[in-house]
């Protein structure tokens, strides 16, 4: 019979890993921003990089965070029924 299950402890490095990870994005997300309106640069090729760093870059570095912590969540779940299913 094939086994099923997982091992807690493997998963809650796992999700403690995304949690941090996440945390990394939304870090450097906030830094690139910061380094890219503290930079002077003046000009329409200015005006259409900032337009697409805050409407697409920017976004898909919160997208991928948000991801993380919602993979992070469902793995909490997964070691919280896995623990209690090990102990009925």
Known sequence: MPQLGLDPEQMG???KALVREAGTIRTL???????LRGAWWK???AEKFRGSWD???KTQ???VAAALDVAA???ATNITQQT???QS
Not at 29 to 35: A, C, G, I, K, P
Request: hydrophobic share 30%.
């Open 43 to 45: 000009g329409p090729d």
């Open 73 to 75: 969540k469902t793995v």
């Open 61 to 63: 570095l919160e997208r």
């Open 29 to 35: 997300s906030r830094q690139l921003d910061s380094q």
């Open 84 to 86: 209690q299913a090990s």
């Open 13 to 15: 490095v796992l999700q």
């Open 55 to 57: 409407a697409d870059h």
